[in-house]
């Protein structure tokens, strides 16, 4: 049986996407909506946004992003996500193990088209 494109794509989610979150934070704090807008835009990264905050949770616990509480100027106030230092070396690790990954699986699937 021939894998869909979604369980495809649920498996690569799985080791990729809470270093893509990690990532986003890099350059300042953002709002949990505003991290699900951006990765499901394209729905490649996050297919929906109910599984954007049991990631966001367990990242917190991990050591791996801190949260804060802003006001909102609309509504009640809002969540937001931080890397901590332990985060920001999670992604330069991640940085530095995907590169070769990707590269030999590019490798991989380019010498398979070429037979």
Same mark, same amino acid.
């Given at each position: 049986? !021939? @894998? /869909?494109k979604e *369980?495809? $794509?649920t498996n690569l989610r799985r080791g990729a996407l809470e270093y893509c979150v $990690? *990532?986003?934070l890099s350059e300042r704090p953002l709002y949990g909506l505003d991290i *699900? +807008? /951006?990765? =499901?835009?394209d729905s490649v990264l996050l297919a929906s946004e109910g =599984? $954007?905050? @049991?990631l966001l949770a367990r990242l917190r616990r991990a050591g791996l992003v801190e949260t804060t509480w802003?006001? /909102?100027p609309s509504g009640p106030p809002r969540r937001y996500y931080a890397m901590t230092d332990q985060g920001r070396l999670a !992604?330069? *690790?991640?940085t530095r193990a995907w590169t @070769?990954? +990707?590269d030999a699986v590019d490798a991989a699937l380019t010498q398979g088209e070429t037979r």
């Amino acid at each position: 049986m !021939v @894998p /869909s494109k979604e *369980a495809i $794509l649920t498996n690569l989610r799985r080791g990729a996407l809470e270093y893509c979150v $990690l *990532a986003m934070l890099s350059e300042r704090p953002l709002y949990g909506l505003d991290i *699900a +807008r /951006s990765l =499901t835009g394209d729905s490649v990264l996050l297919a929906s946004e109910g =599984t $954007l905050y @049991p990631l966001l949770a367990r990242l917190r616990r991990a050591g791996l992003v801190e949260t804060t509480w802003q006001e /909102s100027p609309s509504g009640p106030p809002r969540r937001y996500y931080a890397m901590t230092d332990q985060g920001r070396l999670a !992604v330069e *690790a991640f940085t530095r193990a995907w590169t @070769p990954f +990707r590269d030999a699986v590019d490798a991989a699937l380019t010498q398979g088209e070429t037979r």
